[in-house]
């Protein structure tokens, strides 16, 4: 069974500063998606960023980029230029395409405080 | 496009009481999901439908859980005989098919007093 694993529970970082979220994985399959959604406090979980296994660049969006390390399953969330509005629990998640569901497994997810 | 959208957002019930969550995924996505989270931790997956056909429930989820999607449309979750145990927020999530990406609604809160 696939486990996803964030072990940071809690960060804080000043308004404009970068922050990396880190998580690691564990799968047997070779062909996957990971993401990382953000669930700000009472709110929506919101998708941030994708990244499909069987492509090497590292996703990008916005002042959100990841570093995927297929080989050490480590896939980290960098958040360049933190805002107030960034508050908010994030979850490392992943997605294996064997089974068919496409169901995602979670880590616990951490939170992230930007103060101003 | 609307997102997904998940009625009641909050309900308070007594334990014993039965209890349904109903779920619209976006429109045109033939994969629905719920998932289960409590304070703490990420969701986790209960059921998942393809159309009309729930074709995966996890072990999570106990007899006391029923999911059913009509139509291939709207999904609802009954619990019957509510225990506080089942307190949580219940996400409602939809894809189209191999999508590769699920969309979240709101979420459902659970109190169960």
């Known amino acids: 069974a696939q486990t996803v694993t964030q072990s940071q529970p809690e960060m804080s970082v000043q308004e404009a500063e970068t922050v990396t979220l880190s998580c690691t994985y564990d799968?047997?399959?070779?062909?996957?998606?990971l993401f990382w959604y953000k669930q700000p406090p009472s709110r929506q979980m919101i998708l941030v960023i994708r990244q499909e296994a069987y492509k090497q660049q590292n996703a990008t969006e916005n002042r959100f980029s990841v570093n995927f390390q297929k080989a050490a399953k480590s896939f980290s969330l960098k958040i360049s230029d933190s805002q107030l509005g960034d508050t908010a629990m994030y979850f490392c998640a992943f997605m294996g395409t064997q089974g068919g569901s496409e169901k995602l497994v979670f880590g616990k997810g951490m939170k992230l405080t930007v103060n101003p | 496009d609307t997102g997904v959208s998940q009625d009641p957002r909050h309900k308070i019930t007594k334990r014993g009481q039965n209890v349904t969550f109903r779920c619209d995924p976006i429109?045109?996505?033939?994969?629905l999901y719920w998932y289960r989270q409590t304070l703490g931790q990420g969701p986790e997956f209960l059921t998942y439908f393809q159309n009309e056909a729930q074709l995966e429930k996890s072990r999570l989820l106990s007899d006391r859980f029923s999911a059913e999607r009509p139509k291939g449309s709207f999904s609802t979750l009954e619990i019957q005989r509510t225990e506080q145990g089942d307190s949580a927020m219940y996400l409602c999530?939809?894809?189209?098919?191999?999508?590769?990406?699920?969309?979240f609604g709101e979420g459902s809160w659970l109190t169960v007093v």
């Open positions: 799968t047997s399959e070779s062909n996957y998606y």
């Open positions: 429109s045109e996505h033939n994969r």
């Open positions: 999530a939809s894809s189209p098919y191999q999508g590769h990406t699920i969309y």
